[in-house]
């Protein structure tokens, strides 16, 4: 095991160019004045994404209840997919013979594949892990399958994402550090694999920042990846068991070995005050499942805090979910709303997880205009003071 800068210098190749840099730019507009707050500007082949941004989650090439005529009217730029399901179910090759997954599903705007990492976290039982990959059952009908790095970024390729990840080492936390040790030095390795195998310039690859809540080897990882110069880099391995305060004490010690110049992204988080101190430490890009999860199971977001639907306390409510949502959730009273998941009625589920993805795209909106004026403090602390002190429940 390769865990010392000095013998990772040795592996490096510095002068393979940066992967996507000849179809994406990212240019930064403003800084704000009193945090790390960025507000952005990333163009890819498929349009441009206004930076902070909140990316749904579609893990099988659909978001969750929503087509793609109401995810793009929520005021979604880009979706999130996943290469592990994809690769299962219908197969890579299915996708890019069907035009790769822009024309598969429909969407114009720019795409982004998670890289199966995570999937090997969350199926560790079923996961045997080695330096090469990750040999594992399928979920779906237990058959054997390998993913490696080379294979990782072959998948990605096939399916034509604008935005490939870097396959990476995922561990629970808290864990022992030779665990999170081991794994953060192996993603560290795998990422130089994935970008050598990397071959389109329409894609952009980013690398994935590991290192449990170890300080230090967070900032070693974010170090050694930097030295390989990818055009972009994410934060991963948060939000998986940690409290939120070392969630944001992890960010503070990575962001500052991250390019000012290249796109970061906080992989899987979140609810929406770790939006708001992700964005504070210089974030620019979020994912989750939180909105649609949450939505399928009758709990709305709003500026006055969670509404759960199910509490009797709506049942004669006839006030909407937030004023001046434009969402068609907003269009119905509380009342019906809570009927809707007290019968069964599946339109329950699809207008709350519209709504929750209309207020976090209007939440990702109202952050970008409070950096362009100088004022998103105070901007966070109205945000997190109606979310505290909220009594509408």
Sequence with gaps: ????????????????????????????????????????????????????????????????????????????????????????????????????????????????????????????????????????????????????PERSIEIQENLGSDFMMQFDHVVKLPNTPEVVKDATWRSVRWAERCRKRARRNDQMLLAIVQGGLDQQLRRQSAQELVKMDFAGYAIGGLSVGEPPAQMYEMLEVTVPELPENCPRYLMGVGRPQDLLEGIHRGIDMFDCVMPTRNGRNALAFTDRGPVRLRNASHQLDPRPLEPGCPCPACQHSRGYLRHLFQANEMLGPILISIHNLTYYQRLMAQAREAIEADCFQEFHRAKSAGWTAATDR
């Design 1 to 148: 095991m390769v865990d010392s800068t000095d013998e990772m210098d040795g592996n490096l190749d510095n002068g393979h160019p940066k992967q996507g840099n000849e179809a994406f730019l990212f240019e930064l507009h403003h800084t704000d004045a009193g945090s790390s707050a960025r507000r952005a500007t990333l163009y890819t082949p498929h349009g441009s994404v206004a930076l902070p941004t909140f990316m749904p989650v579609g893990t099988v090439a659909s978001v969750k209840g929503v087509d793609i005529g109401r995810l793009a009217e929520t005021g979604a730029q880009i979706v999130l997919s996943n290469t592990y399901h994809l690769m299962l179910r219908p197969g890579d090759e299915v996708v890019a013979k069907l035009g790769g997954l822009h024309e598969f599903m429909q969407w114009s705007g720019p795409i982004l594949t998670d890289s199966g990492g995570f999937q090997v976290f969350s199926l560790a039982e079923r996961a045997k892990i080695s330096e090469q990959g990750v040999c594992f059952r399928s979920h779906i009908d237990g058959s054997e399958v390998e993913l490696t």
